[in-house]
């Protein structure tokens, strides 16, 4: 199974965090060229519908980080191999991360999309099948964004490049959110802990490799319309009644854990939602 890292020609700094990344579990890894939106005016001109979730037109970064993870997904359509690993290059690696990375036995026979990082809180089923080394996996029931570490089959790549000709929504919303189609319509198995982490999540552990697209994120967020109160209840009368609902179908809120230097680690904008589940 390869491991395709995504990193900009002008991030050797990064290249090199990845590349030490690698080396302390005994992996190789391809390095694929990052589409740079720097001087990219032309992304700007690409046809798309704006972002159902934002009803804005992606931004340039956003589309270039599309357009690099679908640049591993054909490489993972066109290898050998059954199942490819992507990943982001602010992603800090578990130590015992080598052997599942090495071996692509464990992964269920019917997984197209493994989420191999912890991002946030989500749901997954309550049965999980150990996978060795410490690890278990579990069936995705619930969006849990992020895409700076997961595990693709080769048909789920070819799926996926031909089902992204237009982009509208942000590539980890497209694998990891089940209000898309694309999402729901693949097997996504989560591990537990966490394979891997962004940097950032690492809180004061954290080497400073601030992700690219977060401030974009941020400055989104605060142009999108407040909720009105009558619809903010409803939001909240909807997630009680998922949660119950998970319950009957022997599904569990589960803040995703990571393990690092032997302590376990959790995002910290994960802790207030996890008390609500």
Same mark, same amino acid.
């Given at each position: 199974?390869?491991?395709?890292?995504?990193?900009?020609?002008?991030?050797?700094?990064?290249?090199?965090?990845?590349?030490?990344?690698?080396?302390?579990?005994?992996?190789?890894?391809?390095?694929? =060229?990052?589409?740079?939106?720097?001087?990219?005016?032309?992304?700007?001109?690409?046809?798309?519908?704006?972002?159902?979730?934002?009803?804005?037109?992606?931004?340039?970064?956003?589309?270039?980080?599309?357009?690099?993870?679908?640049?591993?997904?054909?490489?993972?359509?066109?290898?050998?191999?059954a199942y490819g690993a992507v990943f982001e290059d602010d992603t800090v690696l578990s130590e015992a991360a080598g052997p599942l990375l090495a071996d692509a036995s464990w992964i269920p026979a019917?997984?197209?999309?493994?989420?191999?990082?912890?991002?946030?809180?989500?749901?997954?089923?309550?049965?999980?099948?150990?996978?060795?080394?410490?690890?278990?996996?579990?069936?995705?029931?619930?969006?849990?964004?992020? =895409? =700076?570490?997961?595990?693709?089959?080769?048909?789920?790549?070819?799926?996926?490049?031909?089902?992204?000709?237009?982009?509208?929504?942000?590539?980890?919303?497209?694998?990891?959110?089940?209000?898309?189609?694309?999402?729901?319509?693949?097997?996504?198995?989560?591990?537990?802990?966490?394979?891997?982490?962004?940097?950032?999540?690492?809180?004061?552990?954290?080497?400073?490799?601030?992700?690219?697209?977060?401030?974009?994120?941020?400055?989104?967020?605060?142009?999108?319309?407040?909720?009105?109160?009558?619809?903010?209840?409803?939001?909240?009368?909807?997630?009680?009644?998922?949660?119950?609902?998970?319950?009957?179908?022997?599904?569990?809120?589960?803040?995703?854990?990571?393990?690092?230097?032997?302590?376990?680690?959790?995002? =910290?904008?994960?802790?207030?939602?996890?008390?609500?589940?």
């Amino acid at each position: 199974m390869k491991c395709l890292v995504i990193n900009l020609d002008r991030s050797q700094d990064r290249l090199a965090h990845m590349t030490s990344e690698f080396a302390r579990i005994g992996i190789g890894f391809e390095r694929v =060229a990052a589409v740079d939106a720097q001087g990219r005016s032309d992304l700007a001109e690409i046809p798309m519908r704006l972002n159902p979730l934002t009803q804005l037109r992606l931004s340039n970064t956003e589309i270039a980080c599309f357009l690099s993870h679908k640049a591993c997904w054909a490489k993972i359509a066109d290898g050998d191999d059954a199942y490819g690993a992507v990943f982001e290059d602010d992603t800090v690696l578990s130590e015992a991360a080598g052997p599942l990375l090495a071996d692509a036995s464990w992964i269920p026979a019917d997984a197209d999309i493994v989420k191999i990082e912890t991002f946030k809180s989500t749901v997954i089923a309550m049965r999980r099948a150990p996978i060795g080394h410490g690890f278990s996996v579990a069936r995705l029931h619930r969006d849990h964004l992020g =895409a =700076a570490g997961y595990i693709v089959s080769r048909q789920a790549a070819r799926d996926l490049l031909e089902a992204t000709g237009n982009i509208d929504s942000p590539v980890d919303h497209v694998l990891f959110d089940p209000g898309f189609a694309i999402s729901l319509s693949k097997t996504i198995y989560q591990v537990l802990p966490a394979l891997c982490i962004q940097d950032r999540f690492l809180n004061e552990k954290s080497m400073g490799l601030q992700s690219l697209l977060s401030k974009e994120r941020e400055n989104g967020k605060s142009k999108r319309h407040k909720m009105a109160p009558l619809t903010k209840f409803a939001n909240e009368a909807g997630r009680i009644w998922r949660q119950i609902f998970d319950i009957f179908r022997l599904r569990q809120g589960k803040t995703i854990p990571f393990d690092y230097h032997g302590k376990r680690v959790r995002p =910290a904008h994960t802790h207030k939602r996890e008390k609500a589940l």
